[in-house]
């Protein structure tokens, strides 16, 4: 792993640590929350969320490989959450996300950020 991708892969962890705190402390589901979390239940929390993001990630850009693509579209995501739970309903998960919407905690830089050659032309 090279320098910049573990920097990476942190910066992402952080990120979803972040998120898992925030689910803790203000429950999405209408439940009282927690006022705190261990910090070995956070990071199992986190390797199972990185890992399941991880996996729409590759399921997507295999997708979108077989249609001849490079770049996964919706319709890729859609297809891979499908495969890991073939009871996955689009429309529970738009009606969810409307109901239980959780602004982030911090703004969040562009990610992964994209070099600049000595040039000025995208590396």
């Known amino acids: 792993m090279s320098q910049s991708s573990g920097c990476g892969e942190e910066y992402a962890r952080a990120l979803v640590r972040i998120a898992i705190a925030m689910i803790a402390r203000q429950n999405p589901f209408g439940t009282v ?61 738009l009606v969810f996300s409307r109901e239980h919407q959780m602004p982030f905690a911090r703004v969040v830089a562009p990610f992964p950020v994209v070099r600049q050659s000595a040039s000025g032309l995208d590396a």
């Open 33 to 93: 929350g927690f006022e705190g979390i261990e910090r070995s239940a956070c990071e199992a929390l986190v390797d199972i969320c990185t890992r399941y993001l991880r996996t729409i990630g590759t399921l997507s850009s295999q997708a979108a490989q077989h249609a001849g693509r490079s770049e996964s579209n919706f319709l890729d995501a859609h297809l891979a959450l499908e495969a890991i739970d073939p009871q996955f309903s689009y429309d529970e998960l």
